[in-house]
């Protein structure tokens, strides 16, 4: 069982940047592959960025590519994601997730999700 609670969301004007954190409870974290999703207002969740067990491969969508960068320090069992040139359509709820034998962008394989941080951007 995995408990991930994320933070660092918050209002921003187009341009800007903000960092999110997940924190990962449990002394398995370097098991987990993790990711970062996103749901925006009245649209499905997306799939934004995503990296392996041990952090040596990282994807992304086409849409966060070059502005996002995914990262993990499974000494402190935490993930982040650098978000930099944010725009108003990466307005969304972000969710963190975690998964022992899935790593890639399809939600329903992930099997621990956090609660969401929201991140709003300004035009």
């Known amino acids: 069982q995995v408990q991930l609670v994320e933070s660092g969301g918050g209002l921003v004007q187009a341009g800007g940047s903000l960092r999110l954190s997940c924190a990962a409870s449990?002394?398995?974290?370097?098991?987990?592959?993790m990711a970062w999703f996103r749901q925006a207002p009245g649209k499905e969740r997306e799939f934004a960025a995503g990296i392996s067990w041990s952090g040596d491969s990282t994807f992304y969508a086409d849409s966060v590519k070059g502005r996002f960068t995914i990262s993990r320090d499974n000494a402190k069992s935490t993930v982040y994601l650098q978000m930099n040139r944010l725009k108003p359509e990466d307005t969304a709820v972000y969710y963190c997730a975690a998964s022992r034998e899935y790593s890639g962008s399809l939600d329903f394989r992930y099997d621990y999700w956090g609660q969401g941080t929201q991140v709003s951007v300004s035009s």
């Open positions: 449990g002394r398995t974290f370097s098991s987990y592959a």
